[in-house]
Structure formats: structure tokens, C-alpha cells
């Protein structure tokens, strides 16, 4: 095969191809190694010089290689969460997902590019400069997992690690036209991703089908006793195989499908509509339901989210690691340090937080919120009574211009609508393509109870056949 013949195997076939002697392990790993030298989408920070000397014996995934988000420490790496703050810091040590994807043969490819410590919807925050879209260059990939998300989609890596807070891995899914998948909160470890919301932070994988998604997932999920949130994953992650959903209940919300005053693009209702029509053909029931304190969940975030980030960014200091700057004394150190070592979003949302924590404001606002969280997980277990899963557009529109939105964080934030809610109840929730708006992709979203990541998966693969969307499209748009 040539390297481009070999990029365009699915990570499943190239595992299959590597087990079967047809493809090296070493081969696959030189041609995507290449590919992210040569990428000019700005995807990566870091790219390995050479292949790893050797894989596990009997390795599941065959040494097929991961992209992983600047997010997660990998030691001796370039781990600096797309913020200037850690620009140059390698960790002492590997992230425990980073570390069971390796064990499992999934070789470190790459770091790539994020929104700093993954507060973005576009991938604009990076303190390294905004990530392009493959699709068109002139336009966001979404974020804060945009380079993960744009690897993938530009053929630069077969699969890659994203990390979703409110809704990082699934909206940039839907912008690039691959598969994001957000499990379980708890089922996977977050010991060694840099935090930014811990009672909200997940890491998932992007794909180019949903097959590779349950491929990666399944040997990420795990109890890990350095992660006190950490609840692993009853049983075993299947791969899908089915190709109807005859039986399956689908729930549209009314309050994020466009139903109501949400601001949904027409293109991506369109398509959304004509997935629902497929997914009736294939068998499947559609209703609309309710979750009627869904339009608060994004308020709610925007307390919760910073609040935890507030506490979280304490850290960096220019004291322990990362940037120090000198200005005469101890306080003036830290304040210049982080005062040029942060960007403006992530002292917004430091500022944000501080205040909604601070003396007689906290029950008023991060008390609220916490209520508020309370009642959206209530309404999707009322929901998940009637229904199997709950759909929706995953993003309101499709990839957006550079700079369009940078100068209204409100409207930046409204890209989360339809996502925020999912990951305020800590249930899992997947993205998949499902046409073209305008010819750019569109998202399908797919959320269940806890823990229905297989049933969340079988049925996402049926969509997914039934729709035939080509997920090698955007490199006919990326030179």
C-alpha cells in the first residue's frame, strides 16, 4: 500500500491489516507520523520523532497510533493545555488513558492543538493560534477539541483523544464530520488530565466511524484508584453490528431541536429532520418529549464550569512549574505571571468563577446552579422512562467563519446548547455525521442513560450505515 492508501483504512481495518501481516505496524505508524509533520491545519503541537521500538505482545490495537489532546500529561511531552502559562512543562508522568491506550498498543502519534485548558468553542483560544478547519480553512474546527477533531477528519491521524466538559468532543465532531463520543462521567479516568471542570471533565474519543469509537473506548473505560471519581464501566465495550433499531423509543426534545426559540440553522434542522425520517425507516418509534429545564443548563454551566476552573487554575502560580515572571517580590510574581501567562477567555471564566463563589453571592449563584444541575439530571431519568435515547442536533450551525464570534462570548457560548445538558447529568452521549449544510457537516446526537454506551453505539452504527456519510470527505478540501 502507499502511505495515502494506508490513511485511508479506518483504525479497525488497520489493526485488522497489521494482525494479518499485510501492513506493519512500523509502515502505518511512519505514514501518519508524516502526515502530522506536514499538516498545515495547525493540529498539533507536538509530533513524535520516531516510532516506538516495540508494541506489546498480542496487542489488541495492533500499534495503530493516537493523536491525544495537549490536555492530557504525557511524561517527558509537551503537556501545556494549549495555554502559555505551561508552554515547554513535560510532566513526570503519563495519564492513566493515555498510558491504557499505549499498554493496549496505541502508540503516542502526537499532542494537538486545543482552546487554552479546554475552555473554547472554536478552537480560537489557543494560546498557539486558532486550528483550521479541514473542511474550509476559512472556518472554525469547534472546539475545545479541535485539533483531535481536525486530525482525524483531515486523515493526519486514524483516531484521537478529546475531552469533553460541555460538549468539547461532540461539537467538534459535528463541525469536522467524524464521530465524538462523550461516556459516562466516572467511567473513564481523569487522573493526568489538566483540569479545568472537575465534576464535569470526560475524555472520549474521535473517530472516523462509530466502530473505531467502541474499538478505542473499550480499552479506555476502568476503575483507576488515583481517581477518586473514577467508577469504571460495568462489563465489556462491544463492537456494533446491528442495522436496525426496530424497537428503539427516540425522544425529541422539544426545548433543543428548534422546536421552540433555540436558533437552530435551517440546514442543520433539515438534516436533523431527514435523520429522524431515516431512523423510522430502520424501525424506529419518534416522539416529541420534554426536558423543561433544559434553556437553563447553559447558565447553569457558565456558574458551575468556572467556578470549578477558579479553583482549579489556583495553581499555576509561577511558583511550583510553568511560567514565572519577575516583578519584584512574591505577589507581584503572581499576578504578573498570570497575568500574562493566561489568555482573556480563561480569566473571564477565572473572574466568572471567583464571583460566584466569593461571600454572599455563592447561594445565590453556585448554589442555584448545583439546583439547577440537579433538575436537568431529573428530567432526562424522567425522559429515559419513556424513551431509549434522547436526540438532537449536536451543534446549532455548522462551522462558523474565524473571528465571527470571538468578540461576543455569548454567542460563542450558545454553540453548547444543545450539549451542555448532557454533561450536567454525567450521562454519555455520541455525535455522528449526518449530511451537509451549506457543504459543511452536520451532527446527529444521541444520548442515553448512565452506562448505555452499547446501546448508545449499536444504534449510532445503524444510523450510521443507513446514512453512508464518507468520512474521508474533508480531505477532499484539505490539500
Not at 492530557?72 to 492513566?96: D, H, N
Not at 483540569?195 to 473499550?218: C, E, I
Not at 461571600?359 to 448554589?367: C, F, N, T
Amino acid at each position: 500500500m502507499s502511505a495515502t492508501d494506508v490513511t485511508l483504512l479506518s483504525a479497525a481495518a488497520a489493526a485488522g491489516a497489521i494482525e494479518r501481516g499485510e501492513l506493519g505496524a512500523a509502515e502505518l505508524f511512519e505514514a501518519y507520523r508524516a502526515a502530522a509533520v506536514a499538516d498545515e491545519l495547525n493540529a498539533y503541537l507536538w509530533v513524535a520523532e520516531d516510532a516506538p521500538a516495540s508494541l506489546p505482545a498480542d496487542a489488541p490495537l495492533a500499534g495503530v497510533p493516537l493523536a491525544v489532546k495537549d490536555l492530557f500529561c504525557t511524561e517527558g511531552v509537551p503537556s501545556q493545555a494549549g495555554s502559555k502559562i505551561l508552554e515547554g512543562y513535560r510532566p513526570p508522568y503519563t495519564a492513566s488513558v493515555v498510558a491504557k491506550l499505549a499498554a493496549a498498543g496505541a502508540p503516542l502519534l502526537g499532542k494537538t492543538n486545543q482552546d487554552e485548558f479546554a475552555m473554547g468553542s472554536s478552537n480560537e483560544n489557543s494560546a498557539y493560534g486558532p486550528v483550521l478547519n479541514p473542511w474550509d480553512r476559512t472556518r472554525v474546527p469547534g472546539g475545545s477539541s479541535g485539533g483531535s477533531a481536525a486530525a482525524v477528519a483531515a486523515g493526519t491521524a486514524p483516531w484521537a483523544l478529546g475531552t469533553d466538559t460541555g460538549g468539547s468532543i461532540r461539537q467538534p465532531a459535528a463541525l469536522c464530520g467524524i464521530v465524538g463520543l462523550k461516556p459516562t462521567y466516572g467511567t473513564v479516568s481523569r487522573y493526568g488530565m489538566i483540569a479545568f471542570a472537575s465534576s464535569l471533565d470526560q475524555a472520549g474519543p474521535l473517530t472516523r466511524d462509530v466502530t473505531d469509537a467502541a474499538l478505542l473506548l473499550r480499552h479506555m473505560v476502568g476503575q483507576d484508584p488515583r481517581d477518586s471519581t473514577s467508577i469504571g464501566f460495568p462489563g465489556e465495550i462491544a463492537l456494533p453490528r446491528g442495522d436496525s433499531l426496530a424497537g428503539i423509543r427516540l425522544g425529541v426534545p422539544e426545548e433543543l431541536s428548534g422546536q421552540g426559540d433555540v436558533g437552530i440553522d435551517a440546514g442543520v434542522l433539515d438534516a436533523f429532520n431527514a435523520t429522524l425520517k431515516l431512523a423510522e425507516s430502520l424501525g424506529a418509534s419518534i416522539h416529541t418529549c420534554h426536558l423543561p429545564h433544559a434553556p437553563h443548563a447553559l447558565s447553569a454551566y457558565y456558574v458551575l464550569a468556572p467556578a470549578e476552573a477558579s479553583s482549579n487554575l489556583a495553581r499555576y502560580d509561577g511558583v511550583r512549574y510553568g511560567l514565572r515572571v519577575e516583578n519584584g517580590g512574591l505577589l507581584g510574581m503572581y499576578t504578573k505571571t498570570r497575568s500574562q501567562g493566561f489568555g482573556p477567555e480563561v480569566k473571564r471564566r477565572i473572574m466568572l468563577g471567583t464571583y460566584s463563589l466569593s461571600s454572599g453571592y455563592y447561594d445565590a449563584y453556585y448554589g442555584r446552579a448545583q439546583r439547577v444541575r440537579t433538575k436537568i439530571a431529573d428530567d432526562f431519568r424522567t425522559a429515559f422512562d419513556a424513551f431509549d435515547f434522547v436526540v438532537t442536533p449536536t451543534s446549532p450551525s455548522v462551522a462558523f467563519e474565524l473571528g465571527a464570534k470571538t468578540a461576543d462570548p455569548l454567542s460563542m457560548y450558545l454553540n453548547d446548547y444543545c450539549t451542555v445538558p448532557m454533561s450536567l447529568a454525567g450521562i454519555p452521549a455520541i455525535s455522528i455525521p449526518n449530511g451537509l449544510s451549506e457543504g459543511l457537516p452536520t451532527g446527529f446526537q444521541l444520548a442515553g442513560p448512565a452506562f448505555s454506551e452499547n446501546r448508545i453505539l449499536e444504534a449510532a452504527y445503524a444510523l450510521e450505515q443507513a446514512i453512508g456519510f464518507e468520512a474521508t470527505g474533508a480531505r477532499i478540501h484539505t490539500p
